[in-house]
């Protein structure tokens, strides 16, 4: 057994998310998915959504298809309704979580509940490897009861989606791409090391307050802000530090699957051949029946 070296991940890029629409009018920061920074492999795309001003969110995502990859949406204020063509019905509340794997096809709509108020939250997409991209459609809803919690001597609080942190698993279980997705938030100038496994692509995303991110010793020590993610380099110990004021962040961690990608909207899969059949079996209404 040769002895494991430590190696602290570093900060390679930062690009700060861009206000931008989807759906049927809802403002939202993207970070990655954007023309800045198309994909980090298998993580496709990653959209805050935060406002108290029901214009920005009130349209929602009506009606709209899915194949070859997953949404994740995790909620920090405000609920979304979520209703398939199965007939699949989930309200997702605040803290919670919903892993879908879309497989071969979902048609679905993502609602605001409230008509007021605020509404904060994220949405991932992770790629799904060839073989399973027209496997049939799954979920894993994660109610905000069963959202695993660290909490820290510090005062601080890790909250686990998937992966393992701190020994403690998130309840989001059997992807392929090992996905850590973990929401920190760390009190003010509280400092952290996380495992990361070597050779996962991983990325921070900034919500509140700023971080650290880096070997303190080291002349490598980047900071990222609110609205910020944070590119990392490959390594096994992720070293953090909470800036002047409370700080939240998501950490994504996970397996590249190092596949070709054809995108075209809402369809992922791996050639334009693949993708001009999602377009026919959406239109022709065979999408989640091939
Ligand atoms: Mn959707």
Redesign the pocket.
Known sequence: MSKTIQKNLVVEKIITAQKTSDGAGVSLYRSLGSHQLPTVDPFLMLDEFKSDNPNDYIAG?PN?P?RGFE?VTYMLAGKVEHKDHKGNVGIIKSGGAQW?TAGRG?I?S?MPVQEDGLMWGF?LWVNLPSYQKMKEASYQNIEPEHVSEIHLESGSLIRVIAGKSMGIEGAVKGIDTDPLFVDMRLVTEDSVSHPIEQTHNSLVYVYRGLIHIGDPDDSRLETVKQGQLAVLSKGTNLSLKAGKEDTGFILLSGKPIGEPIAKYG?FVMNTEAEIQQAIEDYQSGNLANA
Do not use: A
């Open positions: 995502f709209h899915h949404t879908m979902i679905h993502e949405q809402p």
